[in-house]
């Protein structure tokens, strides 16, 4: 096998560093200067800056500590996750001092507004360097510099994956120093004397034999080994690695409400709820009456639906239809043709039927966001009818969704919506669902597919 020249350097992840703690300490000067050209009134600077130079000192140090996420490799990793990341963690070290501060009853002591030209300065510097950085990287990795040698070993769809990968993001470095389809004993040994960065094995999750055969022919190497199984034979859903009773367990299969996501979740909902239905009683108590009158019956019409971890819940809707209109029997789809009332369609049309479904956020069956329930009759149908149907009640039920600000709602096509909603707990986070929620409100309330 050939050698391999190494063109790698260490010292890029200590420059990094060096600049972040440069950068944060050149936002604070600024910050100091610029604060004096800006005109506020009934708002005094203090002269004596000591305590400023304090802070900007320190902040640098604190981001160090702060920022071990931020310094994991940047090799592969999406480049608006890593600005996210790094802001993130800026402004948590912002918040970290003004915390501080406020304990020790001295945060009178420091302008508000420095604080705030500080943050946002730091974050634009750091966010320059990185993108320098990043640029200066792919530059050098495909001149041979800053590489990671790899060895593949294995063949099949699994191999054509990750080379069909690699040629598609050449910049991050990865170089494929060899590749063994089938490799014998012998070929694994003279493998593992090489001065490698990584192994990696294309080799399927069925085949422990040839796994572990692998695993002890490579067992001289010091390369780092990572095994890439045939996912793509499986739905995984927020697949990862998770530490129960101290065994990691790999998740095939999980939601992702776990650590602080279902508490950010929570407070989502508990907030935006209240202020929605604060803002909305005047138009509810208008279209209470408007359903009151426009047929006998109550206001309000409850359905039991399922919900998280395949739980019922009733929901609740303004009656849009007269009572007792299922009484000949229960069918899914062909909205438009069931009787409704005039005023009926009309909140069906531009969706203000959904509205008392706050109620149910706020009670805690559901979430503003999220897959749209079902009838427990129909759930046991499409479960059968349906790939990974039930995996949709991995959340919250909600009253918008990523399947609805797509289109896909009423008789749309089921398939298509399922996949709206796997992709939705695949990649839920909190601006995800702020998006969906601006979505509904620019495009959602009035559709052609609501009945």
């Not at 007269?322 to 789809?333: C, K, L, N």
Request: aromatic letters at 10%.
């Amino acid at each position: 096998m050939s050698s391999i020249v190494r063109l790698s350097s260490p010292i890029t992840p200590f420059i990094i560093r060096l600049m972040d703690v440069l950068l944060i300490w050149l936002a604070g000067y600024l910050a100091l200067n610029l604060r004096k050209v800006i005109q506020v009134p009934d708002v005094e600077f203090p002269e004596n800056l000591t305590g400023y130079h304090s802070l900007i000192a320190g902040a640098g140090f604190v981001f160090l500590v702060f920022s071990r996420e931020v310094y994991r490799s940047w090799r592969g990793s999406a480049l608006p996750m890593m600005l996210m990341r790094v802001a993130a963690t800026w402004l948590a070290v912002i918040g970290a001092l003004l915390l501080w501060l406020f304990l020790i009853k001295a945060s009178d002591d420091y302008s508000r507004i420095w604080f705030g030209l500080w943050a946002a300065i730091g974050i634009a510097l750091i966010w320059a360097e990185r993108l320098v950085a990043y640029l200066l990287l792919r530059i050098l990795r495909r001149r041979g510099y800053n590489l990671k040698h790899v060895a593949l070993v294995g063949h099949g769809p699994t191999a054509d994956r990750l080379l069909k990968r690699l040629r598609e993001v050449s910049w991050t470095g990865f170089h494929i120093a060899h590749q063994l389809p089938d490799p014998n004993e012998l070929q694994l040994e003279q493998l593992a004397s090489e001065p490698l960065d990584e192994i990696w094995l294309a080799l399927p999750l069925s085949d422990a034999d040839a796994i572990r055969k692998t695993l002890h022919g490579l067992r001289h190497t010091a390369a780092s080994i990572r095994l890439s199984p045939d996912w793509f034979t499986y739905r995984l859903i927020n697949h990862g690695v998770s530490d129960v009773l101290g065994i990691p367990m790999l998740d095939l299969s999980a939601s992702p409400m776990t650590g602080i996501n279902p508490s950010i979740k929570w407070l989502e909902d508990k907030v935006l709820s209240i202020a929605i239905l604060f803002v909305c009683s005047p138009l509810m108590l208008l279209l209470a009456v408007g359903v009151k009158l426009s047929s006998p019956g109550p206001v309000f019409f409850r359905q039991e639906r399922v919900g998280l971890n395949n739980q019922p819940f009733m929901m609740l809707k303004f009656r849009s239809m007269p009572v007792h209109t299922e009484a000949s029997g229960i069918r899914w789809g062909g909205s438009a043709q069931k009787a409704t009332t005039r005023f009926g369609r009309f909140i069906r049309r531009t969706s203000l039927d959904e509205l008392p479904q706050f109620i149910n956020v706020i009670n805690g069956d559901m979430s503003i966001v999220g897959p749209r329930p079902e009838r427990s009759i129909f759930v046991e149908q499409f479960k059968y009818e349906v790939p990974d149907y039930m995996k949709k009640h991995m959340v919250k039920a909600g009253i918008t969704g990523w399947a609805q600000v797509n289109g896909w709602r009423g008789d749309t096509d089921l398939h298509a919506r399922i996949e709206h909603d796997l992709y939705y707990i695949e990649n839920w986070s909190l601006w995800l669902d702020l998006k969906i929620i601006a979505l509904t409100v620019v495009k959602g309330f009035v559709n052609k597919n609501a009945y």
